[in-house]
């Protein structure tokens, strides 16, 4: 078995998940549960036993993903994936209480909670401004299915 340190000191420059640029001193890092996109000893989830992952699932929600204690040696069993779609407090609620509960990296508690509400509030439907609506209301009906596209298109003034 090999420490977490001596691992992160063997990848941190060179692996498949970095992806490096001229003017950046830290490099971005695509690596699965890297709550943050950097790439640090502190946030990789290759080389710790224990990871968080916060993800957005595939219609409404997050996916929380976090690996089971005992699976070290067992890496397709040892993560566990829940899906939580309740609302934006009750899971953010929800992951504060799964970390806190479990003692389960209390230093990610935070970079987990700012991530899952990011990707919330990307989820959230955009509000509903009131000129556009009451534009696309005084806008003529779709022509009749008998008619060509072209002859239904409005023409260019010159």
């Not at 420490?3 to 420059?13: A, P, V, Y």
């Not at 490096?20 to 946030?43: A, D, G, M, V, W």
């Not at 509960?101 to 970079?111: E, G, I, P």
């Not at 534009?135 to 010159?158: L, V, Y």
């Amino acid at each position: 078995m090999v420490s977490s340190h001596l691992s992160w000191l063997i990848i941190r420059d060179h692996n498949a998940h970095l992806l490096k640029q001229k003017n950046i001193r830290k490099p971005f890092s695509t690596e699965p549960n890297n709550l943050t996109n950097l790439s640090s000893y502190r946030y990789s989830g290759l080389v710790h036993r224990r990871t968080v992952g916060v993800t957005p699932a595939e219609k409404k929600g997050i996916v929380f993903t976090y690996k089971r204690k005992g699976c070290y040696y067992k890496p397709a069993k040892a993560p566990v994936k829940v899906t939580l779609k309740d609302g934006a407090r009750r899971t953010l609620k929800k992951i504060k209480n799964i970390m806190k509960n479990s003692r389960y990296r209390k230093d990610l508690k935070q970079a987990a909670l700012r991530r899952a509400c990011a990707i919330l509030r990307s989820q959230r439907l955009a509000p509903v401004k009131k000129g556009k609506a009451a534009a696309s209301s005084t806008t003529p009906a779709a022509p009749a299915a008998g008619t060509t596209a072209a002859a239904a298109a409005p023409k260019k003034s010159e």
